[in-house]
């Protein structure tokens, strides 16, 4: 199974980046998905989801109405839309795959992960 992340880059304070993670081996369809980030000396943390049943997503707070997960189930691939960005935004992204569809913002949860993708969000 693979996660490849892309996407990322460096970008202003206020722009937007879009990263996506292509999946194979497995689908998004049967899968949730979930994005989490990982800042230098910080522990990973969950951004969003979305659910395989239903298509449902979950933010945290601190990108919630910023931010938007999607997924495009005919090219296996999962989105992360981010507007106006910010420095504490600055961090590795990585997607992961879980069976289930609950409790999505827990990292253990999660079967597969991605290799990560940084962004950097300068000032």
Not at 44 to 72: L, M, N, Q
């Amino acid at each position: 199974v693979q996660l490849q992340a892309s996407g990322g880059g460096l970008v202003q304070v206020g722009g937007s980046l879009r990263i996506s993670c292509a999946a194979s081996e497995i689908s998004v369809r049967a899968y949730s998905m979930g994005w989490f980030r990982q800042a230098p000396g910080k522990e990973r943390e969950f951004v969003a989801a979305i659910r395989r049943s239903g298509g449902g997503t979950d933010y945290s707070d601190s990108v919630k109405g910023r931010f938007t997960c999607s997924k495009d189930n005919a090219k296996n691939t999962v989105y992360l839309q981010m507007n106006a960005l910010e420095p504490e935004d600055t961090a590795v992204y990585y997607c992961a795959a879980r069976a289930g569809n609950s409790d999505l913002t827990v990292p253990r949860n999660y079967r597969y992960w991605g290799q990560g993708t940084q962004v950097t969000v300068s000032s």
